[in-house]
């Protein structure tokens, strides 16, 4: 059953004028794995979704008219299911879905209208000591108290979004507000429409913008809007979020990975200091056991920077510890007051799941899990090329499955035992922060976690320098084994080389050569008859055309740029070894801003400014590409959504040439961009600009982002069937045309036009979406909608 038909089959719910809860009772078995609510919502409103009394895990999600989710909730077992969120008019949907078993379920769903309220703001310009703001905003029913701030949507507080209102008593001319306490410099959505407006030159009293001498003169002859943004020009407004333990067993003196995001949505500035403590109670306080401290160079004006740190528990003889029990992580953005803020009070302490995260600690004298090591596994070949072409030949593996997947590594430390003649020195602070992050990138695709420990021996995985007086070596390492394996060796005369250097950053050859001996570690070889010594490799290989670094990073072969991720074929050996991550399971978007970088929430994958080639992976859930984003470009932009499909320009596709290491003859690979994962499932697309070349998967497509006002460029369509959409909803039937052109439908648009190749040979047509109704295209009937 389509997205449509899902949505047209869902029961519809009719909200209580008193505002009073939907309360429902239903249960989901295997034979009905979801059920599906609609309800239309006719003024802003404050929607809470309920989903409790389970038996089994079931989850919810929250959809918006076009069956795309918006929010959901995924907790694990039993647990109620949640969701909070402000949702302006329309139509919705609330989506109860099966995860485990069968189960009877009660749903509540509340939806609260907001309320006008009318608001008068003033404040010290530069010049003028009597601006205001004057208008209304929405807010819940309530009890507001004086003097405090009401803000409507924490999360946006940023230019060209919505401010915070102070809620005050006075009347025109009275008292002001201290102008330190107030944000100034942001224009004001004050009538909830979405829309902003920029509040320079305009009438007294004109969307609520003027000042008291304005009220005498009438229209302002000055630049107001130039005293307000020259007022707060030098402020900031740091924040911190999404503070939690990502890996690292918790234990007093191991080491723990702690993701966090810092925030600032005014003015940009430089070297904000994170502070990260350890404590006793959920109340962060400079003084409490200080764990690290970190500096972000550059935080830009409504910008969030994401992060992971390392950090080490103190030890067990420390007097911190009361033993086991729980304690709590927190951090503190600008602890010494250093960069001059909006308001400083939101700097820590914003709760748990925000800046502060609960840490259970129990093993106290127990042996951790990870020191446990993993032994050495014998996998079976696929019978797969792709695979079976990159594992070595004994088919050796590091095997977790009796240590809670840890795969412990450790950087050499001076005077530590080697197995091999060479001498070994301690690598550099850049190359050991590249190798963290190159573990971190390889934990996205397989179900393994990299664990830093103290360096001895017996450690799976060892980097150190080399100095190999015997050879030109630049790099190599050792498949998984009981005494040298999974040993990393660099040589240290590069470190000095602007390309080769192994501590220079993703996108470089050394970087990508952390990678690819990271894989030799692991158990993956060479794809061909070759390796750095002459000796070759053993078989079984890929055939020269597919040998590449576009497809592995194992490969001698290297057309175009460096990847910065495991590519297609090296993922799908991983996984066979180690077993797939869920990852983005889901319904994501990945918002493109480069063919070679892209954001899923407030991560950032890739690179903006310098090519390179990355794996997108993405295990389930119903996905979007959202490249509408993306730049014009010349020739337009290539997107294949099957696995090992790449997103690139349709120029540069397929165009770069090597010549093979295995006979020297010549083939071509795509030289950057990002390539499509085996078993990731992408649905959905929102196209560019550009002309764009778009090849369907077997899912349910459905191809968006066309707008009568904006180009939309000269778009193709292939491999679409009727399970497929192409969703022209915003136009009417007469601002579109149609002919056909050989065996393809050509839709001509407002700006820009489509066209669906193979449409006529095909009995198995894509719907088209017009004026909300599914449309197909005769040459002899024209436009006629296809019936429900």
Same mark, same amino acid.
């Given at each position: 059953m389509s997205i449509a038909e899902q949505l047209r089959a869902a029961r519809s719910l009719t909200l209580n004028a008193n505002g009073a809860p939907i309360n429902l009772q239903d249960n989901i078995s295997q034979w009905n794995p979801r059920d599906l609510y609609a309800f239309n919502i006719t003024s802003l409103s404050a929607v809470k979704l309920e989903l409790g009394n389970l038996r089994e895990d079931l989850d919810i999600?929250?959809?918006?008219?076009?069956?795309?989710?918006?929010?959901?909730?995924f907790l694990a077992g039993?647990?109620? %299911?949640?969701? %909070?969120?402000?949702?302006?008019?329309?139509?919705?949907?609330?989506?109860?879905?099966? +995860?485990?078993?069968?189960?009877?379920?009660?749903? /509540?769903i509340n939806v609260q209208s907001y309320q006008r309220y009318q608001f008068e703001y003033y404040f010290n310009g530069k010049d003028n000591t009597s601006d205001y703001y004057t208008g209304y905003t929405y807010a819940r029913s309530g009890t507001y108290q004086v003097g405090q701030f009401y803000d409507p949507t924490e999360k946006n507080n940023t230019t060209g979004k919505n401010g915070r209102y102070f809620i005050t008593a006075m009347t025109e001319g009275g008292d002001r507000y201290s102008t330190q306490q107030v944000f100034v410099d942001r224009y004001y959505d004050v009538d909830a429409t979405g829309q902003s407006f920029i509040p320079v030159r305009q009438m007294a009293g004109d969307k609520g913008l003027g000042s008291e001498q304005a009220r005498i003169e009438g229209p302002l002859t000055g630049s107001f809007g130039g005293d307000q943004w020259e007022y707060d020009a030098a402020v900031s407004e740091l924040s911190g979020n999404g503070l /939690?333990?990502?890996?690292?067993?918790?234990?007093?003196? +191991?080491?723990?990975?702690?993701?966090?995001?810092?925030?600032?949505?005014?003015?940009?500035? %430089?070297n904000v200091q994170v502070s990260f403590y350890l404590s006793k109670d959920e109340v962060i306080a400079p003084d409490?056991?200080?764990?690290?401290?970190?500096?972000?160079?550059?935080?830009?004006?409504?910008?969030?920077?994401?992060?992971?740190?390392?950090i080490t528990l103190p030890s067990s003889q420390n007097n911190f510890w009361d033993g086991p029990g729980t304690y709590y992580i927190g951090m503190i953005i600008d602890g010494d007051n250093l960069i001059k803020e909006a308001q400083e009070s939101n700097n820590l302490n914003l709760g748990m799941g925000k800046d502060v995260t609960a840490i259970d600690v129990q093993e106290f004298d127990a042996k951790p899990a990870f020191l446990v090591s993993p032994t050495i596994g014998q996998a079976q070949k696929s019978g797969q090329i792709e695979i079976d072409a990159l594992i070595n030949s004994a088919g050796a593996y590091w095997d977790t499955s009796q240590n809670g997947g840890f795969i412990p590594f450790s950087f050499y430390r001076p005077g530590a035992k080697d197995y091999i003649e060479e001498t070994s020195t301690e690598l550099t602070e850049p190359i050991k922060a590249n190798i963290r992050e190159v573990l971190k990138t390889i934990e996205r695709y397989i179900n393994v976690q990299f664990i830093e420990t103290a360096d001895n021996e017996y450690v799976p995985l060892r980097y150190m320098f080399t100095q190999d007086t015997n050879s030109n070596s630049y790099a190599y390492a050792f498949y998984p084994d009981s005494t040298t394996g999974g040993d990393v060796h660099l040589s240290d005369r590069w470190e000095s080389d602007a390309k080769n250097g192994f501590g220079l950053g993703p996108g470089n050859h050394g970087y990508m050569t952390l990678l690819h001996e990271t894989l030799h570690a692991l158990g993956l070889k060479h794809p061909g008859n070759y390796d750095v010594v002459g000796t070759g490799t053993e078989g079984p290989y890929l055939l020269p055309n597919n040998d590449n670094t576009s497809n592995t990073?194992?490969?001698?072969?290297?057309?175009?740029? /460096?990847?910065?991720?495991?590519?297609?074929y090296d993922i799908r050996a991983l996984q066979h070894l180690y077993g797939a991550k869920r990852s983005n399971s889901n319904a994501t978007t990945y918002q493109f801003t480069t063919v070679y970088q892209y954001e899923v929430a407030s991560e950032t994958f890739g690179l903006a400014k310098t090519p390179i080639k990355q794996t997108l992976w993405d295990s389930q859930g119903i996905d979007t590409l959202d490249l509408?984003?993306?730049?014009?470009?010349?020739?337009?932009?290539?997107?294949?959504?099957?696995?090992?499909?790449?997103?690139?320009?349709?120029?540069?596709r397929d165009r770069q040439i090597y010549y093979a290491q295995q006979d020297r003859m010549p083939y071509y690979a795509t030289p950057f961009g990002t390539v499509i994962a085996y078993n990731t499932v992408l649905e959905n697309v929102m196209t560019s600009k550009s002309d764009d070349q778009i090849i369907a998967n077997s899912a349910s497509?459905?191809?968006?982002g066309y707008d009568p006002g904006q180009d939309g460029g000269n778009d193709r369509l292939e491999g679409t069937d009727r399970n497929d959409i192409l969703d022209l909803a915003n136009y009417r039937l007469d601002?579109?045309?149609?002919?056909?052109?050989? %065996?393809?439908?050509?839709?001509?648009?407002?700006k820009g036009s489509i066209r669906i190749v193979n449409y006529y040979t095909s009995t198995n047509r894509i719907p088209i979406y017009l004026n909300q109704a599914a449309y197909a295209y005769t040459i002899s009937a024209g436009w006629s909608k296809i019936p429900d």
């Open positions: 999600q929250l959809l918006n008219d076009q069956g795309e989710s918006i929010q959901a909730s039993t647990t109620p %299911e949640l969701i %909070e969120r402000d949702l302006q008019p329309g139509q919705y949907y609330a989506q109860v879905q099966q +995860y485990g078993g069968d189960s009877r379920y009660s749903l /509540s /939690s333990v990502t890996e690292g067993l918790v234990a007093p003196g +191991y080491m723990l990975g702690l993701k966090h995001s810092v925030t600032n949505s005014l003015v940009a500035t %430089e409490d056991y200080l764990l690290t401290q970190s500096t972000i160079a550059n935080l830009y004006s409504n910008s969030t920077k994401t992060d992971t740190i390392q990073i194992m490969s001698y072969n290297t057309p175009g740029s /460096s990847p910065i991720t495991p590519m297609e509408s984003q993306l730049a014009p470009v010349d020739g337009g932009y290539s997107i294949n959504l099957n696995s090992g499909g790449w997103i690139t320009t349709q120029i540069d497509n459905r191809f968006g601002q579109v045309q149609a002919q056909l052109q050989g %065996e393809d439908l050509l839709i001509s648009l407002p």
